[in-house]
């Protein structure tokens, strides 16, 4: 028998139902689909952004050869406490009284012919001041090494002070952590030519003998603690520093833009009053 009127109309709507839904279906996939990519990628930026923040806050704190103020017995015969957050300084810190609240000029010799003009703010960071002023006058600083060398374009610094072997640099110390944070830029900007004190993340009272060389404008986050101390500046032969030591660049042992300098950096020479 030849299907009637009625069940052609019945097959041609099932068939017309079946065929919406499908397109329906392939629509509803293709809308999960590009939700979830835009959900991927948007994760991916966010990442991303992130890492780069994270590199930034994290940049003078964590991770080998970040500047810290860590313990160690080879770069001084007395070792260094281990710093903790507790706000308070531990070993046996120079007296802040030392700087006398007034400006002090001398020269930092690196390599025996590179020779840097210096001033200590005694009035402005007076306890920093003071531990750089003790260690200098004690002759710590002879022989030590710059062991980190940044190349970055908006992170131009040079740090030192921390023991005699580059292996040992970022974790040389003078026997005492101290706080707290003294001079550290509102805007979290070091011009350069600025010294300020290393220390580790998140922890005010870890500041010790290393110190870093700012060479160009530099931007570093305040992190939980705060900024670095600005201890001082280098009044002049900044540009022959430039020429021998950040030009000839580093070897990226740290990450891109971050590791011991090409040419070995030593202090030579380290005088103050």
Sequence with gaps: MAPSKNDRDARIARERLRAYQARQTVHETGRKRRRRDNLIA???????AAAAIGAQLAYFGVGPGKPEAKPASTATATPTPTPTATNANQGDVPDKS?????DWTGTLTLNSDIPLGVTLDGK??????????????????????????????????LQCGGAKTVADGPTGGPGFSFGPIENAPSDNVYKKGVIALARQSGNAYSNGSQFFIVYGDTTIPADSAGGYTVVGQVTSGLDKLISDIADKGQDNSNGQGDGVPTVPTTITGFTIK
Excluded: E, M, W
């Excluded at 948007?42 to 991303?48: D, F, K, L, N, T």
């Excluded at 030392?98 to 007034?102: E, N």
């Design 98 to 102: 030392i700087a006398d609240g007034r």
């Design 42 to 48: 948007g994760i991916a930026i966010v990442i991303v």
């Design 124 to 157: 402005a960071a007076p306890q920093g001041a003071s531990a750089v002023i003790s260690l200098i006058q004690n002759g710590f600083y002879a022989g030590t090494v710059c062991h980190r060398l940044t190349t970055g374009d908006d992170f131009k610094v």
